[in-house]
């Protein structure tokens, strides 16, 4: 086990890779998401995952709720109340990949008053992975490009992983005698199979306006900072980056997110912590304890020895 908590330059080095690669991730950009769902779409064929219901949620247009075993990619779709962009209202438009939007050539009092925030959420491959940390088997391990992946074939279905996880994402998988891998525990491999190949994950691959981005990480934290600017600059005040800093309770993602409101809008918990942060103070608590256990028993026999 490397460390815990903190920030660390290189989780495939502390995890023991000798020839560590650079560590890659994904930036997903939501301002320019158009809630196509090609990237779970993607996601479910090339690793072929079971269905996981399509009945309509009635709470959103939203078919698939939220990451989980037989959802890997997760598009969130979010109706919110907002002022039209009215002219001084502080809200632009944003760059979208068509030439014009529905609604573009009409005046802003006719406009409705609502907007749609899209996201496609991930597994964080977070820097400190407490569902690594906590696995029992070694079914979840680090990859020599720093990402986090579990192995449905070593994994006993203890799912100790499950609540460890500070985002909600890895889960154990539901269903009959004919569904693949149940009781095991899935989620985004960052498709590990396809990067071993030189090829791009098939979310990322699928994504046609590129909200999903694929790279090296360290490019990506620069490309992500410069889009949220760029976005500021522009009258977006609302832009900010999500899982970027290195600083924050999981030592940084490996998905980053430019967002156009709070996380939790999007279902993203404000400010995560790896479950196992504590666990040297603990170790160190229990340590003591043990000792003044001891020194009481020794004292006792001691004492009833005289
Ligand atoms: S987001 Fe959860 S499942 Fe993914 S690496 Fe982090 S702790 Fe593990
Ligand atoms: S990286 Fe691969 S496994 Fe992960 S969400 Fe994308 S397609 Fe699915
Ligand atoms: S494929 Fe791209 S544009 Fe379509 S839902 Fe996914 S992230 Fe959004």
Known sequence: MGSL????QDPAADAGWQDPQPRKGFFTDTSICIGCK???????????????GLAMLGSSYDNSEALGA???RHVAFIEQPAPAAAPGSGRASLPMPTTQRPGDALPPE??????????????KHCTHAACLDVCPTGALFRTEFGTVVVQDDVCNGCGYCVPACPF??????????????VGIAQKCTLCYDRLGAGLTP???????????????????????????ETLRSQGVAEARLYGASPEDGVGG????????????????????????RDLPQMWKQAGIAAL??????????LGGSR
């Open 70 to 72: 037989s959802t890997w």
């Open 38 to 52: 090609a990237c779970e779409v993607a996601c479910k064929e090339w690793n072929a995952i079971p269905e996981d």
């Open 253 to 276: 993602s490996g998905a980053l997110f430019l967002l156009l409101d709070e996380p939790e809008v999007y279902g993203l918990p404000p400010d995560p912590v790896v479950s196992t």
């Open 110 to 123: 006719s406009r409705t008053d609502f907007r749609w925030l899209m996201s496609s959420d991930v597994c």
């Open 292 to 301: 003044g256990l001891l020194a009481g028993a020794a004292a006792t026999f």
């Open 202 to 228: 098939a979310c990322a691959q699928a994504c046609p306006t590129e909200s999903i981005q694929f790279g090296d990480l360290d490019e990506l934290r620069e490309r992500a900072a410069a889009r949220a």
């Open 5 to 8: 908590s903190g920030p660390l």
């Open 168 to 181: 909600g994402v890895i889960e154990r998988r539901e269903g009959d005698e004919h569904t693949k891998n």
